[in-house]
């Protein structure tokens, strides 16, 4: 009987040991996720706000090169020495001079370039662009470097209000690594785009006119208009369209032109066009240039009446879309 007892109390004891072990355990991964949580939150309040996006060389180096002090000093771009270096928010400056290296040390923000180093125009429309050192000015106590001298002029059209949108849309850009993002200004404009944006399927809008046929842009050689990203097969075209996007941006936002005269978007074969009256026009299939062909004027009419209010129903949001029309006893457009 004595024994009985004795093994039903070192039962107990075991199953008393077994849930304060447990219990133990639980407390314990408690304690170490809060003080993850705490570190976490201690490391995050140490970093900079968004993503650090330079416009770095494959060494790291900034401005390619240049001392970010002596465009405030000298007033010039002035190429500066590997051996005065200092590494800052990721990037590495060169300078002229210990001095200049000692200034921009004690107050890195007030000499460093706006913007990562990238165009601040480009930034101000919602992306990246390289520089050259040249188009340089400080506005407000900032460096200000541009692309070209197109960046230049734009930038000049409205220094102040091009700056606050760069301030405003930097965030963003650099969070996407300097892909276009969408301006405000871009919301009130309606294309026929795939997910990063490109139009016409890529293809180029300047050869429809030069060349009379659908020829495939490069990414490499692109603009942007009106919301929307034209990809172009040469430097040339890419120049001929930013001078004058206007003559060449294809109608109804690159959507179907008979399908826009019945009221209605449907993609377009960006090999099936007209340049009618200098207007370039897309069509869905071989059966959509058909139908359009049967009264150009009158149907160019129509979808010149309907587009002003599919841009206002569209305009911003995910386009879908329409269903394909269904004439009766004939082929769908």
Partial sequence: METKVKALKLEQVKKTKAHEYRLFKYVFAGLALLFALVVSIGAKAQQPDGIIFNNTNSDGIILDGYDPVAFFTD??????????????????????????????????????????????????????????????????????????????NGWNKDVGGNLALA???????????????????????????????????????????????AVKGDPKNSARYNGATYWFSSEANAAMFKDHPEMFAPQYGAFCGYAMALNKLRPINPEIFDVIDGRLILQHSEDAYTRFHKDVAGLTAKADANWPNQVKKHAGKKVKFDKPAQPAKETAE
């Fill in 75 to 152: 007033k010039k771009p002035v190429k500066g020495d590997p051996t005065f270096q200092f590494t800052y928010d990721k990037a590495i400056y060169h300078f002229v001079s210990r001095e200049h290296l000692d200034l921009f040390k004690a107050d890195p923000e007030k000499y460093k370039p706006q913007f990562g180093g990238w165009c601040a125009y480009a930034v101000s429309l919602g992306r990246v662009a390289p520089i050259d050192v040249n188009t340089f000015s400080i506005v407000n106590g900032r460096l200000v470097v541009q692309h070209n001298q197109r960046a230049v």
């Fill in 167 to 213: 301030d405003k849309y930097w965030p963003k850009v650099s969070e996407k690594g300097g892909k276009q993002i969408t301006t405000d200004a871009e919301k009130s404009f309606l294309n026929n785009t795939d997910p990063d944006g490109v139009t016409l399927q890529g293809f180029d809008a300047v050869a429809y006119f030069t060349q009379m046929k």
